[in-house]
Each structure stands twice: as C-alpha cells, then as structure tokens.
C-alpha cells in the first residue's frame, strides 16, 4: 500500500484520468473530491463489497427461482 501525505486542495493523480483532491478535513473525516472518467464506477468499500455479494447470490439462484421472480414482476 502506497501512504502519501496531502494538504487540503492538494491533489493526488493516478493514471492520466483520474485525480483525487482532498477537500476537507474534519477530525476524524476526510472529504475527497474525485475527477475520473464518467464510465469509470466509484463506490464506496462497503457499498462495493455489498454489490459483490449480491451478485454472487445471483449467480447462485436456481432456473426455477428466476421462473418465480419473473412471476412476481409481471403481476405488478
């Protein structure tokens, strides 16, 4: 891991499209400003590993339950 130190307005590039300033610091927070390409996805670490999870549990339903969810749905 790569541990850079960096002043409020202070900027850190990575790659030629994305640059990440540092906004504001509040005790135990720090506010990050992030200009990355559009297409490019940015999450937060929970909200990452929380899609992850559910997409391995979609991959793990059976026909049967797709069957079911579709039903569902089209009822709406």
Do not use: C, H, W
């Amino acid at each position: 891991m790569l541990v850079l130190t960096r002043k409020i307005s202070e900027s850190i590039k990575i790659g030629d499209n994305i640059t990440i300033t540092i906004i504001d610091i509040n005790s135990n927070q720090v506010k990050l400003g992030i200009d990355a390409p559009q297409a490019m996805k940015i999450y937060r670490q929970e909200l990452y590993e929380k899609i992850k999870n559910e997409n391995r549990l979609a991959v793990e339903l059976s026909m049967e339950e797709f069957t079911k969810i579709k039903e569902v749905l089209q009822k709406k």
